[in-house]
């Protein structure tokens, strides 16, 4: 039967491990070239723009010895030119995997029901996994384990969340939130972590006060607070999230050595200042590169 990576709760917390242990094997041999995908094509489908998501799977499948190819808004128009269903059978006939970004979580659901061959999740309204994954990966680089490190969120309970909320209480890591009223993650989501954060041994806590959350934690993690496809939302957001700003008054309530995080695109002077996101503790940068290897992991259980 075809695995889809459609949301991390599909997924058990020893496979979510599996996974980051397979792509920091990949992160070792970083640059080495292999062909457990010779032969195989994958597509990707975006109906949004990307520059990690997309340049990372590409290069990903070039690195398996597959054949990669992009179909943006203008080619698939998913949904509108013509059904998911349709869309999902004939890559079907064509391909061995499909990643898709979508708008619409129904959009990706539908594709994975419709289609004969593995997909996976690029980023939908509600969930982005292959991001959590390689957050997953960057924060045991960083310090080594999960159990007894506590992460805060400060933002928008949005799809990004969701996704880092669920890996982080299936593989032990406390979670904070702190977001405005009105912008709260999903309580059914929320739900579920807290039912995998007590098998794993962790908390999960929703909350309004940004301080409260940075207090003592190893992780600040932030998003954007105008997520793609909001936009007629951002002159409102911008003034409802302005007490969300991770900066030097808020990061200094952290652990010494807390890891600043954030998924970028980013805005620097809104969701984060610029000397925290450039500064000593920012590991963005490994977070991006981690999307590659991550990727791979997810490519090489689910398509070989
Ligand atoms: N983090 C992330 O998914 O970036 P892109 O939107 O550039 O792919
Ligand atoms: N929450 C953001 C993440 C971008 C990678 C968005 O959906 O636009």
Known sequence: MKRDFIRISDYSGAEILSFINSADRLKKHKGQLGNQLKGKSVALVFQKPSNRT????????????????YLGPEEINLGKRESTYDVAKTLSRYVHCIVARVFDNKDIMDLAQYADVPVINALCDRYHPCQALADIQTIREQWGVYKGLTLAYVGDGNNVFHSLMMACAKVGVNVRFAGPKGYDPDPQIVKEAKEAALRSQCKIEIGRDPKEAVKGVNIIYSDVWVSMGQEDQTAKRVKQFKAYQINEGLAKLAHKDYIFMHCLPAHRGLEVTADIIDGPHSVIFDQAENRLHAQKAVLLKLVV
């Not at 997309?54 to 190819?69: D, H, P």
Request: a neutral charge.
């Open 54 to 69: 997309r340049v990372s799977f590409a290069v990903g499948v070039y690195e398996l010895g597959g054949y990669c190819l």
